[in-house]
């Protein structure tokens, strides 16, 4: 009977085990075209979802949690940066993209961050009174991928939200063939 | 009399005939292209963003023809005149990258400040605005990746109504030299939103807005 009960213990804490296991949320793979692909890890508490729309990519991931913003990830091909990757960019190049894509906000705040494979990632923030909102974004291949957020309400977003945000493009790999 | 009558319905039927050429030609829109960091853009042949069907690189600024646009406005399909060598090419061109206006000589940006000192809030001018007949247009973030603002009032400053991203439709109801004031036909919003971030809807028989059916 002891052996039995051992036996049953045993392999309840196995099932226990394996279905944690098997609750971790796989990489999201965005083929962008034969040559490229996007491995995506998702939050934990996030669901994603995304739709191509013509050259364009836009995907949400929605929180389980309301209080918690929500995110877009967006995908585009660039012509006039064709096949072109941020690291390439000299320093002026780089000023220049920076102040392109803050070109609509009032009081933008910036930095520069990397991927966990090295690609930079530039950190935009929005200071005015009027909104609050933030983009991280970067360049792979002549592709442009970002993802932004902003507050659930009338607040400022948080570091620990935008840190979110930021660790989201952080963990992705582009896979090239 | 029934010759004089034939005889003027050959003569407006002759005129018919050779009016017929010049109101297709007339049909003809130009845009020029425009690129945010001053480079060419990719003549491609066909409306898809692949590396191995560039046909050849349209400097900016240069003027090109519109045929027609495909894929819900996206996509131009455009001819373009290499004045050199005379030579004409025909392909597809994204048409965020399309402008009416003929843009000015390329000046890279000033660069953004890292941690600037927070501005004085830019308050909205009104003073400028005149209606305009109203046209078409699709939004066209600086990034494409990107989204542009539709804000109450025209000022970076002011709060944001919503976001639009590359190629949503809007139609413009008056403007000054930077700003314009805009419809969204999906939603009754009227809002705002910088002129450089709009490209202006050509009709699938390549004339602007006003003379044809849209494409979407």
């Not at chain 2, 003929?102 to 953004?112: D, E, G, L, T, V």
Request: charged letters at 15%; glycine letters at 6%.
């Amino acid at each position: 009977m002891k052996k039995y009960l051992s036996i049953l213990l045993i392999c309840l804490l196995a099932l226990t085990v394996f279905g944690a296991a098997a609750e971790e949320t796989a990489p999201v793979e965005i083929k962008v075209h034969d040559g490229l692909t996007i491995s995506v890890v998702v939050p934990e508490g996030y669901t994603f979802s995304g739709n191509w729309y013509g050259e364009i990519l836009h995907a949400s991931l929605i929180p389980a949690d309301p209080a918690t913003p929500a995110m877009v990830l967006s995908v585009a091909a660039s012509e006039e940066y064709g096949g072109v990757t941020i690291n390439d960019l000299s320093e002026d190049e780089l000023n220049s993209l920076i102040a392109v894509c803050a070109a609509d906000y009032a009081s933008p705040s910036y930095a520069i961050s990397e991927t966990t494979h090295g690609t930079k990632l530039i950190v935009l923030d929005e200071n005015s009174d009027g909104d609050e909102y933030v983009e991280i974004i970067t360049l792979y291949q002549g592709y442009f991928v970002q993802v932004s957020m902003e507050p659930t309400d009338e607040t400022q977003l948080t570091a620990d939200q935008i840190a979110v945000a930021v660790q989201l493009l952080s963990d992705m790999e582009f896979v090239t063939k | 009399m029934n010759k004089r009558i034939l005889s003027l319905f050959f003569a407006v039927l002759l005129l018919v005939i050779l009016a017929l050429p010049m109101s297709a030609l007339a049909n003809t829109a130009s845009m020029y292209v425009i690129s945010s960091n001053g480079k060419g853009v990719h003549l491609r042949e066909k409306p898809q963003a692949n590396a191995d069907n560039v046909i050849i690189t349209v400097p900016y600024g240069a003027e090109v023809d519109i045929l027609s646009t495909v894929q819900s406005g996206q996509w131009a399909h455009i001819t373009w005149t290499d004045d050199p060598n005379n030579k004409t090419y025909e392909g597809y061109m994204m048409t965020r990258y399309l402008t009416q206006e003929i843009p000015p000589a390329y000046k890279a940006p000033q660069p953004a400040q890292a941690q600037p000192e927070k501005a004085e809030p830019k308050m909205p001018n009104f003073a400028n605005f005149k209606l305009v007949t109203p046209y078409n247009v699709i939004v066209r973030p600086s990034k494409p990746s990107g989204f542009v603002n539709f804000r109450w009032a025209p000022s970076t400053d002011c709060k944001v109504i919503m976001r639009c991203y590359a190629n949503y439709p809007l139609q413009v109801i008056a403007q000054d030299g930077s700003w314009a004031q805009l419809r969204d036909p999906a939603t009754g919003y009227v809002g705002f939103m910088l002129r450089s971030f709009l490209t202006e809807v050509v009709t699938e028989n390549g004339a602007p807005f006003g003379s044809g059916v849209l494409v979407y």
